[in-house]
């Protein structure tokens, strides 16, 4: 059985959301210009990733917005992503919690929801707070089960500091 990005589509998420880009509007056009075995590999990343991000929601129990997922190489240069980012083989997703109506964007309440991600016992290769949203990745095998935030040091490095 062949796989189609709608196999993406999930209780929460609509398989669209998976490929959102405000920098490239055609994101979801990228992604079919790939070699049809390379896209088959990639949705079954996504289907995996689609699956946590719908557990994330029903264990954090609000709303997720998704901002980025799925890259093509051509987003990913774009937004300055590095050249071996989980985003371009479809293990990584940036989203935003949704309480109230309202985008949580204030590091202290991200680090809070990676916390209990982390308290939930939810696997995750990283879950990251970077700068105003979270970044979750997951791999079939081998996850590392990384909680922690990116932060720019006093020379404006960015330093990885486990929580």
Not at 97 to 124: F, H, N, Q, T, Y
Not at 136 to 143: C, E, L, P, R
């Amino acid at each position: 059985m062949e796989m189609q990005i709608t196999d993406l589509q999930r209780n929460n998420f609509d398989f669209k959301e998976f490929f959102n880009s405000n920098t490239l509007k055609d994101n979801q056009l990228e992604f079919y210009k790939l070699p049809q075995d390379t896209q088959e590999q990639y949705i079954e990343n996504g289907m995996l990733l689609a699956d946590k991000m719908q557990e994330l929601r029903d264990k954090l129990g609000f709303a997720i917005d998704i901002s980025s997922a799925w890259r093509s190489s051509l987003l990913n240069k774009m937004v300055g992503g590095k050249q071996k980012s989980q985003h371009l083989i479809f293990q990584a997703c940036d989203w935003r919690p949704i309480i109230d109506e309202v985008k949580i964007r204030d590091a202290s309440k991200l680090k809070d929801i990676v916390l209990k991600i982390k308290e939930l016992g939810i696997v995750a290769d990283q879950c990251l707070i970077e700068e105003s949203w979270i970044h979750y990745s997951i791999k079939k095998t081998g996850n590392r089960n990384q909680f922690a935030t990116y932060f720019k040091n006093s020379v404006g490095k960015r330093v990885l500091k486990i929580i």
